[in-house]
């Protein structure tokens, strides 16, 4: 079985910043590619970055320029720090990975950006 255990979204101003934190464990064998999407209220879910084995990264341009995303190989774990956020990021976000028996998707953390 393969669990993805989300963590750091929550309520922020706009212009805050947060951090979300994804941990996969139980098989994963040939953990490849890491990923965050969202999917707004009404919306289709969207990718937001996305990271290889390799640490090759690619993001969407709605948040290229302030959102970050890594990896740390032996905790098995990706991160995506947000700055800058602005109302339009309100969503929920999706951990994703691949490995060699395909795709699996964490729960979901909310992010909220209000004043």
């Known amino acids: 079985q393969v669990q993805l255990v989300e963590s750091g979204g929550g309520l922020v101003q706009p212009g805050g910043s947060l951090r979300l934190s994804c941990a996969a464990s139980?098989?994963?064998?040939?953990?490849?590619?890491m990923a965050w999407y969202r999917q707004a209220p009404g919306k289709q879910r969207e990718l937001v970055a996305a990271i290889s084995s390799g640490g090759n990264t690619n993001y969407a341009d709605s948040v290229k320029g302030r959102s970050t995303i890594s990896r740390e190989y032996a905790k098995n774990t990706v991160y995506l720090q947000m700055n800058g956020l602005k109302p339009e990021d309100t969503a929920v976000y999706y951990c994703k990975i691949r490995i060699v028996a395909g795709d699996y998707w964490g729960q979901g953390t909310q992010v909220t950006v209000s004043s």
């Open positions: 139980g098989s994963i064998f040939g953990l490849n590619a």
